[in-house]
């Protein structure tokens, strides 16, 4: 009996697992979002760094991702992590990155917010025309 359970579960388990479709952002969602990353300090061992505020803009299309914080531009792909009720989960995998991004695209309000990097603050952008 015991067998056949566990046999069970290694067969259709995996087929169950892999046969979910993959989350996707809707288009409306697309688009560019602009913000700034308010000012933070950072510890530098001996001294006490404060970093500005700085402009921060992120364009999301239907596969790709460009985030520009300041002058300095990446560009990536993403993947919908979770959807819930009231937003989706972005994880993007930026270019020359170790660590990836966290977006948070809200279904209201034309807003997301991007998880700042240690020692970043998080940031709310809202959406522009293009």
């Known amino acids: 009996m015991m067998k056949r359970f566990l046999i069970f579960l290694l067969v259709f388990v995996p087929m169950i697992v892999s046969a979910q479709k993959p989350i996707e952002l809707k ?4 688009g560019a979002y602009e913000g700034q990353i308010s000012n933070f300090e950072l510890d ?15 364009a999301i299309s239907e596969k790709n991702v460009e985030i520009t914080v300041g002058k300095q ?11 819930g009720n009231d937003y989706f989960v972005l994880d993007c995998r930026m270019e ?9 695209v809200y279904k209201r309000g ?13 940031a709310f952008l809202f959406k522009v025309k293009n």
């Open 27 to 30: 288009k409306k969602f697309h």
């Open 44 to 58: 530098g061992g001996k001294d006490v760094i404060s970093v500005d505020s700085v402009a921060i803009r992120v």
């Open 73 to 83: 531009m990446n560009k990536g792909s993403y993947s919908v992590l979770f959807e």
């Open 96 to 104: 020359g990155q170790l660590a990836g991004e966290r977006i948070v």
């Open 110 to 122: 034309k807003k997301i917010s991007r998880e700042g990097l240690y020692p970043q603050p998080n």
